[in-house]
C-alpha cells in the first residue's frame, strides 16, 4: 500500500483529502505544518506528497525542497488556491511532479496521484534494472583483467564517451555481447535501451521488416503498424551481432540510416528520425567480404570508426585460473555443490588447452565438472576437452612425432618377422643397411624381438 502525505493548513481540506484517497486504498498521513512533515519525513519515506502552496511559516515549495533533502525523489504535487501560471512553473521548475488548483474535482485529483506514483514506481524499476545491468556488465564484472584485457577495456571507457559506431572483433566465445553491454552501461546512453539483434538468425526475406519496422498493408500479413528494432533503441545502443550477416540487400538502407539518422518504416511515408548509437560485432574478417563483394565497404567504413579487438583466451593464459574459479563459483552456488576448488592437475588441464571455443567453451567445460563432482576438489578426469583440438603440450614437433611413429612402426615390424631383419626389410621395401640404421636412431635392437627356440 502506498503511503501518501499530505501538508494543508485547512483542516477542512485536510480530512476531506484524506478520506477521498483512503478510499482510493492509499495509507494517508495528514499533518497542518512543515515542521512536522518534515519530522515525519525524516523518520520514515513517503511515496507521494501533496503539500498546499500557502502554508503559515513557508511556501509549499521551500517545505518540498526541504523533503527532497531528505528523499530527492520523492514526487510532489503542489496544491494551491491562487492558481497562476508562473507559480505552476516555478513549482515544476523546482523539482514539483505537478500542480493542482483548488477546488478541483476528484476524478482530477486522483488522476493526478495515480499518474504521479506510476511514474515513480517506472522510475524505481528502471533504476533497479540499471542497476543490475551494471552488476552484470559493468567494469568490475568483467573477469580477468590480464595486460590485453586491460588495454581492450581501456579503449572501451574512451569509446563509450563518444556516440562513434564501433566494431567489436574476436573469435568466438570471447565475449562480444559483454563488450557491447559494457560500452552501452559505460556511455550517457545507459539510461536507454540495449537492443540486440543476431543478423545471421533472421530470414533475409523478414530482416528489412524486423530492422525498420512496417505498416499496417506493407505487404502479405502485415495486419498492423509494427515497430522495428532500430526504433525500439531509441535513446539508446543497438547492437548488430554477427554483422558479416547483414543481408546485401538490406546494406544500402542501413548504411543511408546511419548517414542521414533517419529512416522510413516498410509501407510508411512518414519518417522516423533515429538517435541511436550502433555497435557491431563480428568472429570474420569483414574486409575479406568486402573484397570477395559480400559487404559494402562504404558499410564497412561505417561501422569500423573505432575497432576494438578481443584476444583469444589462448592469449590470455594468466586470466585462466580466475575465470575457471569465477565459474566454478557460479555453478556451485546454483547446483548447491560443495566443490571448492581444481586440484592442481586439473588446473594444469586447463591451462594447457588451446580453447578454441574461448570462454564460452571454457565456462561448458567448468559446467560439467562441477555437475559431476562429488568431492570439494575437481580431479583431472573430470575436466573434459574438446578431444577434435589437440593440447598446446600434446603438439610434438614434427620430427619427434616422425621419430615415434617409425619406432612404432619397426617394433611392430620385427615382433611380426620375429627379429629377422632381412624379412623385416623386405616386408618395409627398404634395404637391409638402411633398415639397421633406422633401428639404429630410434634404439632398437633384433634380438629383444627374437624368441628363443
Known amino acids: 500500500m502506498e503511503k501518501i502525505l499530505i501538508v494543508d493548513d485547512d483542516s477542512a481540506i485536510l480530512k476531506v483529502l484524506t478520506m477521498r484517497l483512503e478510499a482510493e486504498k492509499y495509507s494517508v498521513t495528514g499533518v497542518m505544518g512543515g515542521e512536522e512533515a518534515f519530522a515525519l519525513q525524516k523518520q520514515g519515506f513517503f511515496d507521494l506528497a501533496l503539500i498546499d502552496y500557502q502554508l503559515k511559516e513557508e511556501t509549499g515549495i521551500q517545505l518540498m525542497e526541504k523533503l527532497h533533502g531528505i528523499d530527492p525523489e520523492l514526487p510532489v504535487i503542489v496544491l494551491t488556491a491562487y492558481g ?16 493542482l488548483t483548488k477546488p478541483f474535482k476528484d476524478a482530477e485529483l486522483i488522476h493526478q496521484v495515480k499518474t504521479c506514483l506510476e511514474k515513480k514506481k517506472l522510475v524505481k524499476e528502471v533504476k533497479e534494472l540499471r542497476g543490475m545491468l551494471s552488476k552484470h556488465y559493468g567494469f568490475d564484472n568483467i573477469i580477468g583483467k590480464d595486460k590485453k584485457m586491460k588495454k581492450v577495456l581501456k579503449l572501451v571507457a574512451q569509446a563509450a564517451d563518444t556516440d562513434s559506431n564501433i566494431l567489436i572483433q574476436g573469435e568466438s566465445g570471447t565475449g562480444k555481447e559483454l563488450i557491447a553491454k559494457t560500452l552501452h552501461v559505460a556511455s550517457s546512453r545507459r539510461d536507454g535501451p540495449f537492443i540486440a539483434v543476431n543478423c545471421g538468425a533472421i530470414p533475409e526475406t ?11 498493408g506493407a505487404f502479405t500479413g502485415a495486419v ?29 538502407k542501413l548504411l543511408r540510416v546511419m548517414q542521414e539518422n533517419e529512416f522510413y518504416p516498410l509501407g510508411g511515408g512518414e519518417k522516423v528520425s533515429l538517435q541511436v548509437r550502433m555497435v557491431a560485432a563480428t568472429n570474420t574478417d569483414i574486409a575479406q567480404e568486402v573484397e570477395k563483394g559480400n559487404f559494402r565497404e562504404d558499410l564497412y567504413y561505417r561501422i569500423h570508426v573505432i575497432p576494438i579487438k578481443l584476444p583469444p583466451l589462448r592469449e590470455r593464459k594468466e586470466s585462466i585460473p580466475l575465470l575457471a574459479q569465477h565459474f566454478l563459483n557460479e555453478f556451485r552456488t546454483r547446483m548447491k555443490k560443495p566443490v571448492k576448488k581444481f586440484s592442481s592437475r586439473a588446473m594444469d588441464k586447463l591451462l594447457s588447452s588451446p580453447w578454441p571455443g574461448n570462454i564460452r567453451e571454457l565456462k561448458n567445460v567448468v559446467e560439467y565438472s562441477v555437475a559431476m563432482s562429488d568431492n570439494d576438489i575437481i580431479s583431472e578426469d573430470l575436466i573434459i576437452l574438446n578431444k577434435t583440438h589437440l593440447s598446446l603440450h600434446e603438439v610434438k614437433p614434427l620430427k619427434d612425432a616422425k621419430l615415434d611413429f617409425e619406432k612404432e612402426y619397426l617394433a611392430e615390424l620385427l615382433e611380426l618377422t620375429q627379429g629377422n631383419v632381412s624379412k623385416a626389410a623386405k616386408l618395409a621395401g627398404k634395404y637391409r643397411a638402411d633398415l639397421y640404421e633406422l633401428m639404429k636412431k630410434c ?9 628363443d627356440m
Open 443 to 451: 634404439g632398437l635392437k633384433a634380438d629383444d624381438f627374437r624368441k
Open 206 to 216: 523478414l530482416f528489412e521488416s524486423e530492422l525498420f519496422g512496417h505498416k499496417k
Open 84 to 99: 497562476t501560471i508562473e507559480r505552476a512553473v516555478e513549482a515544476i521548475q523546482k523539482g514539483a511532479h505537478s500542480f
Open 224 to 252: 498492423a503498424n509494427r515497430k522495428g528494432l532500430l526504433e525500439k533503441a531509441q535513446g539508446g545502443t543497438f547492437f548488430f551481432d554477427e554483422s558479416s550477416e547483414i543481408p546485401f540487400s538490406v546494406q544500402a
